[in-house]
């Protein structure tokens, strides 16, 4: 059974640990996540970009293929399927088709059409019973053809999006998707103290976790982050893994090129990542 974020990320709040949002691409990726959750007994957030719900041929198929295999692999743990960064007509298609958890992003829109868009959504998503995620300041760098600019986010205008009833928050604080240049100038733990000083105890989200040193994720989660999101680095060591087999000349051995033979290096090191991740943000055995 799919659960919405509320609880699970009250909890995490609370015992000062995050929980892991991992984008998924397939059921691979899919399956990679949810056993090593399973088997971390950590509780789990599956992200799904619009872009990778388009490929996976639209959010039912992906809502549909989550709950059978939660079923079929008897996963126990608490298990979050939510949509990363949605448009306003994406967050209501996604609820519809069974999506537990919806992020809207209207960091684009000026505050106050980004309130009124936020305050439909989270109607629609508590009637739904699910949680709500919203984003003030728009994260840098460029998932699936959302670009930010590296913004950081207003602590007066965290607090009136979070007053709104959101369930949880996205506050830009200098985080970026994908890989962090050489000169990036690290998270803003004074604007994040701010946040969580005008927005406690609303959980918040730290998006771009892919390559963020670990003591700054630490630090990040001693003052409120609660959800971290990690997709390029899963992305990367799937690649480098399948890299490997086929360079190695692998797939030219015997039924090598049997593609759950050629993707298997990949999901092992899904695995390990993820394994990783939940090592460090300290949701290992929560569940
Ligand atoms: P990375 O790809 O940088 O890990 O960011 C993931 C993310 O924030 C998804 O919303």
């Not at 692999?73 to 448009?87: K, R």
């Not at 998270?187 to 730290?206: G, W």
Request: glycine share 12%.
């Amino acid at each position: 059974m799919l659960v919405s974020a509320t609880e699970a990320l009250k909890k995490a709040k609370e015992g000062k640990y995050a929980i892991g949002q991992f984008n998924i691409n397939n059921l691979e990726w899919t399956k990679a996540i949810l056993l090593t959750a399973e088997e971390c007994k950590s509780p789990v957030i599956l992200g799904v970009s619009e872009g990778a719900a388009k490929y996976m041929c639209g959010f039912k198929t992906v809502a549909d293929m989550v709950k059978a295999m939660v079923e079929s692999l008897n996963i126990t743990v608490p298990v979050i399927l939510h949509l990363d960064h949605g448009s306003y007509d994406g967050a209501k298609a996604a609820i519809g088709a069974g999506f537990s958890s919806v992020m809207f992003d209207g960091s684009h829109y000026g505050i106050e059409e980004n309130i009124e868009k936020t305050k439909e959504i989270i109607a629609l998503a508590k009637a739904n019973g699910i949680s709500v995620e919203a984003e003030v300041g728009a994260i840098g760098g460029e998932e699936d053809g959302v670009v930010g600019s590296g913004e950081v986010a207003d602590p007066a205008e965290c607090k009136l999006i979070a007053d709104l009833g959101v369930d949880i928050l996205a506050a830009g604080i200098g985080n970026i998707h994908g890989k962090y240049p050489a000169n990036w100038a690290g998270l803003n733990f004074d604007v994040l103290a701010e946040i969580e000083k005008a927005t406690s105890p609303m959980p918040l989200v730290l998006h771009g976790g892919t390559g963020i040193p670990t003591d700054m994720i630490k630090k990040a989660i001693s003052l409120g982050v609660s959800k971290i999101n990690v997709n390029t680095e899963c992305q990367l060591s799937f690649a480098a893994a399948v890299r490997k087999y086929i360079e190695e000349g692998k797939d030219l051995e015997g039924k090598g090129f049997d593609p759950r033979k050629l993707l298997a290096p990949g999901v092992e090191a899904i695995k390990a990542t993820v394994k990783e991740k939940m090592e460090l943000f300290g949701s290992i055995n929560k569940a």
